[in-house]
């Protein structure tokens, strides 16, 4: 059975970086396309981003276009989430899931992943 394990959140200031880390056993991610979502307190889970099995198409939120940058190495059996130049509103906490698609709107894949990760706080903070 698919497990997915989340790391590399942290504190950093606004305009920093960070890379989240997915990484995947139980299974191998061949067969999966990967998703990232965040969500912070009160609010709805919310999509960021997410990768097809092979890694041959990505699709990001605006919010986070030409921010993020999203990677699959299926050799590592992992999944990677580049976060450059964040901003205070990208504090949350962020999942990975898994799913066999990735396309449409983001409200989809959240209704359709699983195997949730248990999540990495990231907050931006100056």
């Known amino acids: 059975q698919l497990q997915l394990v989340e790391s590399g959140g942290g504190l950093v200031q606004p305009g920093g970086s960070l890379r989240l880390s997915c990484a995947a056993s139980?299974?191998?991610?061949?067969?999966?396309?990967i998703g990232w979502f965040r969500q912070v307190p009160g609010k709805e889970r919310e999509g960021v981003s997410c990768i097809t099995s092979r890694g041959g198409y990505t699709n990001y939120a605006d919010s986070v276009k030409g921010r993020f940058t999203i990677s699959k190495d299926n050799a590592k059996n992992t999944v990677y989430l580049q976060m450059n130049s964040l901003k205070l509103e990208d504090t949350a906490v962020y999942y990975c899931a898994a799913s066999y698609y990735c396309s449409g709107a983001f409200r989809d894949l959240l209704r359709d992943s699983g195997s949730w990760g248990q999540g990495t706080q990231v907050t931006v903070s100056s």
């Open positions: 139980g299974s191998t991610l061949d067969y999966y396309a």
